[in-house]
């Protein structure tokens, strides 16, 4: 009924940028809070930034100044827009967005990450 598809993963040199996009689908997709995780292989999923409904922001430390959280409640999309990647920032990208109207929050399937040096 309810789905959140990542996309804009792919491969980049080091110091170069990707946007990645959220976007709902759905009888409900209107999303309140979203949040962006990443998980590289062998660790722990981090929270890498978050926005909610009114747009205040929440950036990981080892973001901060790099990447931005945005959304664009038009297209039910939130996009996270990453500069000066290094090789640390890959993994695989997930978003999990609270849905309104939707009783649980839904996982997005993933999109990969790949910074080479």
């Known amino acids: 009924q309810v789905q959140v598809v990542e996309s804009g993963g792919g491969l980049v040199q080091a110091g170069g940028s990707l946007r990645l996009s959220c976007a709902a689908s759905g009888r409900t997709s209107k999303i309140n809070v979203c949040g962006w995780y990443r998980q590289a292989p062998g660790k722990q999923r981090e929270l890498v930034a978050s926005?909610?409904?009114?747009?205040?922001?929440n950036y990981a430390d080892f973001v901060k100044g790099r990447f931005t959280i945005s959304r664009d409640n038009a297209k039910n999309t939130v996009y996270l827009q990453m500069n000066s990647l290094k090789p640390e920032d890959t993994a695989v990208y997930y978003c999990?967005?609270?849905?309104?109207?939707?009783?649980?929050?839904?996982w997005g399937q993933g999109t990969q990450v790949t910074v080479s040096s």
């Open positions: 999990n967005a609270n849905i309104q109207g939707y009783w649980r929050s839904v």
């Open positions: 926005i909610n409904s009114f747009g205040s922001t």
